[in-house]
């Protein structure tokens, strides 16, 4: 019924429009058809038939080739005068606000209503928004100094979010205003990650950068002549270097991770092989903390789709924390497993410790970058603080998933579950 109506209103519009648009041609038929009644006496049936048609010809669409700009354009409005505003409001996914000179909310959209609790037609826009950077937006384009301007505002309630919100003038003596918000706090909360992720990495370099430094200078100048004391500093400055080195090639694997965009599908990963050369590559660091790393495995093809370099990666840095954090436990146990709950059908690899584990509160945060539960263990057993979050980030891009279960005393197990299709 509503739809109805609109359709109506839209049709008796478009009508409007073009007897507005022809009014002269009109005025001047109208003016020949009276001076032809008055000079040569024709019928007045005739006069109102002739009439009649002025006023059909003047509402049938314009057609021909030699069309103004003018009509042309008339033309192509005439579709989007049967487009009522709301509709059109409704249709922008952004929060828009209609208002009219007195900055009083004329119509708003779903998004609006859905961003500013509490707003509706007949309400003072000044009064909603107090912020001086919007009451100057509406004085603004109120006060027809500009057609448009833009500002930065933000919403503190229910939740804190950005906009960048842009007023507008309808024009065409509608005297009404368009407000847009456009949500950035995404975009916000992106460039704040960056911001700190610069930050944390600045300050991991810096500090072994620091140190070699100060043992730079104790060489040049104190220590010049102590040979004992040389030893001792340049192994110091060795061992510090190697940290930087390790931070940059952590740097560069995760920078590699994001640069690459999917996954090149159709080459397929024996995970029992994978696993295999993992195990061999860790022996040396399992044998120098005395940690005897045990395997159970399922039987038959433990195969799943996925880049076999970047899943090495992955099980290398979760046997690599078991062998350095879980040392204390002496061992660690690797299993792999095929999981066929349902549609989630895949393979779990599991590589448990009997270490001191993960205190509860800590685990929702350890695959963030250069979250550590203890700075200081993590730098002592040359951890860089990366290394769980590129595991989470190669298998985000593998569809897997990474689980994580301890208990203080008990140890720590980390489940990688790998979809098979
Ligand atoms: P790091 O380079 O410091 O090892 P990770 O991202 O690999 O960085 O790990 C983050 C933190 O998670 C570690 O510093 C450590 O505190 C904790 N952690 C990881 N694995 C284990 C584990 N098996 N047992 C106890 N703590 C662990």
Redesign the pocket.
């Known amino acids: 019924m509503a739809d109805l109506d609109a359709e109506q209103r839209g049709i008796a519009q478009t009508i409007a429009t073009r007897l507005w648009n022809s009014r002269w041609l009109l005025a001047a038929g109208v003016v020949a058809v009276v001076v032809v009644y008055a000079l040569a006496g024709i019928s007045a049936y005739v006069v109102l038939a002739a009439l009649l048609l002025l006023l059909a010809a003047a509402t049938l669409p314009a057609v021909g080739t030699g069309q103004s700009a003018e009509s042309g354009a008339a033309i192509e409005a005439i579709g989007l005068q049967r487009l009522s505003g709301e509709y059109l409001a409704a249709a922008v996914a952004d929060p828009l606000i209609i208002f009219d000179r007195t900055a009083t909310i004329v119509h708003a959209n779903a998004a609006a209503f859905a961003a500013f609790g509490g707003i509706a037609p007949g309400m003072s826009l000044s009064l909603k928004f107090r912020a001086p950077e919007m009451q100057a937006l509406l004085d603004g384009v109120l006060s027809g100094d500009l057609a448009s301007d833009v500002v930065d505002y933000t919403e503190k309630l229910p939740v804190e979010r950005a906009y960048r919100v842009s007023a507008s003038s309808v024009g065409h003596a509608t005297d009404l205003y368009v407000l847009v918000f456009k949500d950035q706090s995404e975009a916000r909360r992106i460039d704040r990650m960056r911001a700190d992720f610069i930050a944390n990495a600045s300050h991991e370099l810096r500090t072994p950068l620091a140190s070699i430094a100060g043992f730079i200078e104790t060489l040049r100048g104190p220590a010049r002549n102590d040979p004992a004391a040389r030893d001792q500093f340049l192994q110091i400055m060795q061992s510090q270097t190697g940290r930087m080195a390790r931070l940059i090639d952590d740097l560069l694997s995760l920078s590699r991770l994001e640069m690459k965009p999917y996954l090149k599908p159709g080459t397929e990963v024996d995970l029992r092989e994978t696993v295999d050369s993992v195990i061999d590559s860790l022996g040396p660091l399992a044998r120098e903390n005395s940690v005897a790393i045990e395997r159970d495995y399922a039987d038959g093809p433990l195969d799943v789709p996925g880049d076999r370099d970047e899943l090495f990666q992955v099980f290398e840095?979760l046997l690599e924390?078991?062998c350095?954090?879980?040392q204390s436990g002496g061992r660690v146990v690797v299993s792999i497993a095929r999981s066929d709950a349902g549609s989630e059908s895949g393979i779990d690899v599991t590589i448990r410790?009997f270490?001191?584990?993960?205190p509860e509160e800590h685990i929702p945060r350890?695959?963030e970058r250069f979250?550590?539960?203890?700075v200081e263990?993590?730098r002592t057993?040359k951890?860089?603080?990366?290394?769980?979050?590129i595991v989470k980030h190669i298998l985000t891009r593998h569809n897997a998933r990474l689980s994580i279960k301890s208990e203080v005393g008990q140890g720590?197990a980390?489940s990688v579950h790998l979809p098979t299709h």
Not at 371 to 374: A, E, I, L, S, T
Request: charged share 15%; aromatic share 10%.
């Open positions: 840095n924390n078991a350095k954090y879980g410790d270490g001191p584990g993960i350890i695959t979250y550590r539960v203890d263990t993590s057993q951890g860089t603080g990366l290394g769980l979050s720590a980390f």
